[in-house]
């Protein structure tokens, strides 16, 4: 069965320096996977998304994360966090044929002056 | 393009009453929407999968009869909560996905409050 693991709960960081967040998948096809983000009591906005093209994955607000196959990885990184980068963010998987996405338990991201 | 709205975005009940919420995509047809409820500090959980023109599917553990879903176009559907007690609060969210591909759009999300 398909798995997402989000490896920290938490992160903080100090504004202007890299942003890191963690994800490792489980799958036995090639996934597509999606970062999101969540600020306070708002839905969910899609930062970026990979479907087997490039590995390397450019979105929004200056995130990217790289598709690791040999590390079940898709973690998630910034070069320069802003204070407003303050939120949730949720790595998920598509399962297989049923178009359902599989979430990550989330990384809380705190960005300090 | 690809809007997803939600209405109401926040809604305070008395136990017992029942409690519609709206999930409408607004520039673009959905054959398919989810619905997934977020407890504080938690992820995501997909409650059920909901097409139109046919019955929702339920994820295991979710009660249907309590959780009633109703997709009737491709733009809207609706989630109820009838019967709704305290442990029914919690955070809300629909996703839509269009016609063309799979990628799935979240609305902003309602919060439900029972008292």
């Known amino acids: 069965a398909q798995s997402v693991t989000q490896l920290d709960s938490h992160v903080s960081v100090s504004e202007g320096t890299p942003v890191l967040l963690r994800c490792n998948y489980s799958s036995s096809y090639s996934p597509s996977l999606f970062w999101y983000v969540q600020h306070p009591n708002k839905g969910l906005q899609l930062l970026l998304k990979y479907t087997s093209a490039a590995t390397l994955v450019k979105g929004i607000n200056g995130f990217e994360a790289e598709f690791k196959k040999s590390e079940t990885s898709f973690h998630l990184t910034k070069p320069s966090a802003h204070m407003s980068d303050a939120a949730e963010y949720f790595c998920a998987a598509l399962s297989g044929g049923y178009n359902k996405l599989i979430f990550g338990a989330g990384t809380r991201l705190a960005v300090h002056p | 393009g690809a809007v997803v709205s939600q209405h109401p975005s926040w809604v305070i009940c008395k136990s017992g009453t029942s409690v519609k919420i709206e999930c409408r995509s607004l520039d673009f047809q959905a054959t398919t929407m989810f619905w997934y409820r977020q407890f504080p500090k938690q992820s995501l959980m997909l409650m059920a999968t909901s097409n139109e023109g046919s019955k929702a599917t339920y994820e295991q553990g979710v009660e249907k009869d309590k959780f009633l879903i109703n997709h009737a176009s491709l733009t809207l559907s609706t989630l109820t909560v009838t019967s709704a007690h305290p442990e029914d609060s919690s955070f809300y969210i629909c996703?839509?996905?269009?016609?063309?591909?799979?990628?799935?759009?979240f609305g902003p999300g309602t919060r439900l409050t029972v008292t």
């Open positions: 996703s839509a996905c269009s016609l063309r591909g799979g990628e799935q759009y």
